[in-house]
């Protein structure tokens, strides 16, 4: 076994390692203040959430494998059995993108999807995706992934539901966004569960 002249660069780059600590400590940081913003939003509301649901319950998560790339993310809200998911997630997911997404199984699936059809036009229109894999742990996007809401998707949108024990709700933001750039991560995330917030509420 040999190694190419690009690995045996990237062997000797003392750099990259440094430099991925230090955004590795941001990512962290964000996903704090956005824990933080998201508590204060959901005061405000009254959800549709599963029995034995807690609403200070969170969890941070950091990993190196999600398709071989490093990745952290946040579930505020936090509810997973096996047969029942409710949850709000905001991962990071390194070469790819920061997603922000609604992931919903069992419990009181049927009024989510009523909720999200008869609010619908409160919903579409606004980079919002629905996630069209079997899995519901698929975080890629594009076409066979993912279904963008517009108003003219609805009965599409309906027929994709119809049949399905679960489903998530998902926006995704590129890295070189202006809203990344800018260091407005927080309000985006806080504009992003308002959107999605019809669905579970009450």
């Known amino acids: 076994m040999t190694f190419t002249p690009q690995e045996i660069a990237r062997l000797t780059d003392t750099n990259f390692f440094l430099d991925k600590a230090t955004i590795s400590t941001k990512i962290r940081q ?4 956005l824990h933080e913003t998201y508590q204060h939003e959901l005061t405000q509301h009254h959800l549709i959430v599963p029995d034995q649901f807690t609403h200070d319950a969170f969890q941070l998560v950091r990993g190196e494998h999600l ?6 993310y946040l579930d505020y809200p936090r509810f997973y059995t096996r047969e029942t998911k409710f949850a709000f997630r905001t991962l990071y997911w390194w070469g790819h993108h920061i997603i922000f997404s609604l992931i919903l199984e069992g419990g009181h699936i049927r009024r989510y999807k009523e909720n999200l059809i008869n609010r619908f036009s409160e919903i579409a229109d606004r980079e919002v995706c629905l ?11 594009g076409p066979g992934y993912t279904l963008k809401l517009t108003n003219d998707r609805k009965p ?7 049949n399905r024990p679960f489903f998530k709700l998902a926006l995704f933001m590129p890295f070189d966004d202006p809203i990344v750039t800018s260091g407005n ?6 504009e992003v569960l308002r959107t999605i917030l019809p669905v579970i509420k009450d």
């Open 30 to 33: 964000s996903l704090e203040q």
């Open 185 to 190: 991560i927080c309000q985006k995330g806080q």
């Open 156 to 162: 599409e949108v309906a027929a994709v539901l119809a």
């Open 131 to 141: 996630c069209l894999d079997n899995s519901l742990w698929e975080w890629k996007k």
């Open 67 to 72: 398709e071989n790339f490093p990745y952290q």
